[in-house]
Antibody, heavy 121, light 110 residues
Framework: EVQFLESGGGLVQPGGSLRLSCAGS????????MAWVRHSPVKGLEWVSSMDGSGLHTYYPDSVKDRFTISRDDSKNTLYLLLSSLRADDTALYYC??????????????WGQGTMVTVSS | QSALTQPPSASGSLGQSVTISCTGT?????????VSWYQHHPGKAPKVLIYEVNKRPSGVPDRFSGSKSGNTASLTVSGLQADDEADYYC??????????FGSGTKVTVL
């Protein structure tokens, strides 16, 4: 069974940083596009970042560009999201997700259970 | 990069149908067939119901159907069941290298 397990969330002060991890089991990340999506009661679901299967191309919405960085370590079968210059409106449950095909912007067919990030002083 | 517009809420009786709209622009919903719909019970993982406007992943019942006309996509849930009570989000690819979700619709089963 394919599973994604996110970790690394927590309470962080505004301006701080955090690294989220998404470990895959029953699934090999190598060669597959992956993404991060977040959910908050205020904004609902929001796409945060995507990476293509090669790992060479990354994509972000303007709201997180230059603050968040997606990366992967295929040897550890793990996807990462580095969050920096965090703001209160980054508070959300962060999910890793796999697109239906290997196109980074296809529908997300598999999701983890999420890790909570709270930005507050 | 504004979210796609959905009604905040919708409701229907058990066994009846409900249709949710998702309005975008000519740069997203109106231009591309990469429109998807997700069911989300808060705190749990979202589940894709529809992809590419009207295709259902295996395991999704045919009570869920999608369509699109111009800049507006729609999700219809037929034969409403108690477990259909959830939040529903549309999404669309948007130019350039962007992915938009809708504002979300809370469906209540009466």
């Amino acid at each position: 069974e394919v599973q994604f397990l996110e970790s690394g969330g927590g309470l962080v002060q505004p301006g701080g940083s955090l690294r989220l991890s998404c470990a895959g089991s029953g699934f090999t990340f190598n060669g597959y596009a992956m993404a991060w999506v977040r959910h908050s009661p205020v904004k609902g679901l929001e796409w945060v970042s995507s990476m293509d299967g090669s790992g060479l191309h990354t994509y972000y919405p303007d709201s997180v560009k230059d603050r968040f960085t997606i990366s992967r370590d295929d040897s550890k079968n793990t996807l990462y999201l580095l969050l920096s210059s965090l703001r209160a409106d980054d508070t959300a449950l962060y999910y890793c997700a796999k697109p239906h095909t290997n196109w980074p912007f296809d529908a997300f067919e598999m999701w983890g259970q999420g890790t909570m990030v709270t930005v507050s002083s | 990069q504004s979210a796609l517009t959905q009604p905040p809420s919708a409701s229907g009786s058990l066994g009846q149908s409900v249709t949710i709209s998702c309005t975008g622009t000519s740069n997203d919903v109106g231009r591309y067939t990469y429109v998807s719909w997700y069911q989300h019970h808060p705190g749990k993982a979202p589940k894709v119901l529809i992809y590419e406007v009207n295709k259902r992943p295996s395991g999704v019942p045919d009570r869920f159907s999608g369509s699109k006309s111009g800049n507006t996509a729609s999700l219809t849930v037929s034969g409403l069941q108690a477990d259909d009570e959830a939040d529903y989000y549309c999404s669309s690819y948007a130019a350039i290298s962007n992915y938009l979700f809708g504002s979300g619709t809370k469906v209540t089963v009466l």
